[in-house]
């Protein structure tokens, strides 16, 4: 107890021989934690506390500090001083209010770190007594909501905001924060709507109000009826969606601008002139460089967001000019630390402002482009656990996208094109993309080329399997649409079916060490299944006749995966073990490609050597092809069209549940009230008497 007294809330020695002076607030905390009520020695005790500079840190660690018995001595103090804190909240002194909300915070985070193990209930009772916690839940979260929609300042409101992100992430686990039935009886989920609805507003608070939506969603939301979860997706109000999916797509466009300016940077440096005199072998290191820190709780909004409500499809369409963050002049100050997934407003003020930064030769962009363009950052390198968890996340959230009809029509429509500079992983046998003007397409060929980048570029020993299923599905679901509506995408099919054979090759290659983790066979099923669409239904969706020709030329030209594969399952299917089932399944849906090799191999074969020549040209196997459909028997396969909808549980709970708690953790890390200089708060609220 006497280091934390000297710790802080110290003034300095007047003398050697004298004692420290106390501030005059840590002399009346003393008098709470001393036991007996301290209003009754002095009457104005309440009244005068909530006019003192609030000592965050003093406090905090006094509540620490206590030991089972001091707590149960004082817990009537405690459980008053909560209560005069809800009561200064309808104070007409707005000081009395910040300090009040500071103090709020500081028994909410003091009382939970030192009772970690204390059930909700405990900690409940601690705090408020538990015959009177509804009451003063009630009375807290009706004046939280009535600051938030009132005419109160941008401080106040964000001061509100930041007690709210305290509260919703005291403990590790947020479904197991029982306080927060309370704030599921009493809910602020209008509050939020008002400042995501309001320009002004949103500029100042759109952040922390989405970041603090996305974590309420996710509070026991698999055990009971989340009343946020229900209204998030019923919510129709155009202004409100428009205005969350702003929040969104400033956050992850500042991240996009963070990239480019340190990729300029390294581009420019020593260290890359010394990669281009040795070759390539540094680049890998140089690119680790290149990291930024991902910020997984606004991709959790944007998640929910999606996955919750069918109306906020339209958002991700809404075009709007692009804005390159870094030429304007605007540099609002930030009231919180830039930290990794800190709950850091991003520079809203742009998108909100009237005179935007407009040019000429500038592009209109959206959320989903800018979406795809963090897509592509954050999928290069996915061995850091905070890009891995964004990376999947991004894939999840492009699942739910490629299964909505809506979005499946915007993405194909032929007269919305857009250019899409997605960024690529370095990689030693090809050059660094310098196609800064890559053409405008239908947004599906931007999340194919990031489908295809993510095949090529992470087949490696510790293999993401989770991902490469997510991509396979994504590119499974957005075929099944083409096929359905009958929409002949202009894509460069090629690229796509060279990466699904060189995964084809890559996991005969790596057969025995991928076993002993993943089930192969059933990646490997989705994969020849897609060739299988493609050799079912091509004729359907493929741009030209000609495509389909070329899907041919490439199965006949590398045979000897497929032949390969084909041996391996074989192999597997016919020994008693675990993998018999999925590889027998392989072996069956190989029909066709097997039919297509064996009928035209020897068609090749017999027209070089009838012509003589040892080594035929494209053309001229695609001739043979054109010349030899009439003989090919082909057997019709069912439900290569049917695909399993996407569901968050089971198979996802478990990464919600851990990917929340890491959120949880760093909002919490990073919500510091100090951070809101109390200095300036009481300096605006100094002309109110």
């Known amino acids: 107890m006497a280091q934390v007294e000297k710790k802080v809330g110290l003034l300095r020695r007047t003398s050697s021989s004298k004692k420290p002076l106390k501030e005059k607030v840590v002399l009346m905390y003393d008098d709470i934690f001393a036991g007996s009520d301290p209003a009754m020695t002095n009457p104005r005790f309440w009244d005068e506390l909530f006019l003192m500079k609030v000592n965050l840190e003093y406090l905090e660690a006094k509540l620490e500090s206590l030991d089972g018995d001091e707590v149960l001595k004082i817990k009537d103090n405690i459980n008053s001083l909560f209560h005069h804190c809800i009561q200064a909240l309808g104070e007409e002194h707005q000081i009395k209010v910040v300090n009040a909300l500071q103090t709020l915070c500081a028994l909410f985070r003091g009382v939970h770190q030192k009772n970690k193990s204390a059930t909700g209930f405990d900690i409940i009772n601690m705090l408020m007594g538990f015959d009177k916690a509804e009451l003063r839940m009630k009375d807290l979260m009706e004046s939280l909501d009535s600051l938030l929609c009132g005419d109160s300042s941008a401080s106040l409101k964000s001061l509100c905001l930041k007690l709210l992100l305290c509260l919703v992430t005291v403990t590790d686990n947020i479904s197991q924060n029982t306080i927060l039935e309370y704030v599921m009886i009493n809910s602020i989920f209008e509050a939020i709507l008002q400042i995501l609805s309001d320009v002004s507003s949103r500029s100042q608070h759109g952040y922390d109000a989405v970041v603090l939506l996305a974590l309420l969603v996710n509070y026991r ?121 800190s709950t850091t407003p991003p520079l809203l003020d742009l998108m909100n402002s009237a005179e935007l930064p407009l040019d000429p030769n500038l592009q209109t962009s959206n959320l989903l482009i800018t979406f795809l363009k963090y897509s592509s950052i954050v999928m290069q390198d996915t061995k850091d656990e905070h890009r891995l968890n964004s990376a999947r996340l991004c894939l999840i959230i492009l699942t739910c996208i490629a299964e909505d009809q809506y979005a499946d029509a915007f993405l194909h429509d032929d007269n919305m094109n857009f250019r899409v500079n997605l960024h690529r992983m370095p990689m030693r046998h090809r050059k660094k993309n310098a196609d800064k003007n890559s053409p405008s397409r239908p947004l599906v060929c931007a999340v194919l080329d990031l489908m295809v980048e993510f095949i090529v570029t992470h087949m490696m020993k510790d293999f993401p399997m989770d991902l490469y299923m997510h ?108 993998w018999k089932e999925p590889a027998s399944k392989v072996t069956h849906a190989l029909i066709n490609v097997r039919a297509i090799i064996n009928h035209f191999s020897p068609k090749i074969e017999s027209y070089a050597a009838v012509n003589h020549i040892s080594q035929l040209s494209e053309d001229q196997v695609l001739d043979v092809v054109r010349s030899n459909y009439d003989t090919l028997t082909l057997k019709l396969q069912d439900g290569l069209d049917q695909f399993e909808r996407y569901s968050e549980q089971p198979k996802e709970a478990a990464f919600f549940k851990e990917l929340v708690r890491s959120i949880s953790l760093n909002v919490r890390k990073n919500v510091s009230l100090n951070t809101l200089s109390q200095d300036v708060l009481l300096k605006e609220f100094s002309s109110i008497s």
């Open 221 to 341: 939301k698999y055990e009971s009826v989340n009343p946020y979860i229900v209204k998030l997706s019923i919510l129709d109000d155009e202004p409100t969606l428009d205005g969350m999916g702003m929040v969104v797509h400033q956050a992850l466009t500042e991240y996009n601008r963070q990239y480019k300016d340190k990729e300029e940077e390294h581009q420019g440096g020593f260290l890359s002139a010394l990669s281009s005199m040795v070759g390539s072998m540094f680049i890998a290191d140089a690119e680790e460089k290149l990291s930024v820190q991902t910020n997984e709780a606004i991709l959790l909004a944007l998640y929910e967001a999606v996955h919750l409500n069918r109306n906020f499809i339209t958002v991700l369409a809404q075009s709007h000019p692009e804005i390159d963050m870094a030429a304007t002049s605007i540099e609002p100050t930030p009231t919180t630390p830039t930290t990794p997934l």
């Open 471 to 578: 991509c396979v599905q994504i590119i499974h679901k957005l075929i099944c649409y083409q096929k359905k509506c009958r929409i002949r995408l202009h894509y460069t099919w090629r690229e796509l079916w060279s990466a699904l054979i060189n995964l084809l090759k890559f996991f005969l290659s790596n057969e025995t060490s991928l076993l002993v983790k993943h089930n192969i066979f059933h990646m490997a099923l989705q994969v020849v299944n897609l060739f299988n669409m493609f050799i079912t239904y091509g004729d359907t969706f493929l741009p030209t006749p000609s495509s389909y020709d070329e899907l041919y030329y490439e199965i006949v030209r590398m045979h000897q995966v497929f032949d390969n594969l084909y041996c391996m399952v074989l192999r597997v299917s016919t020994n008693a073990g675990q």
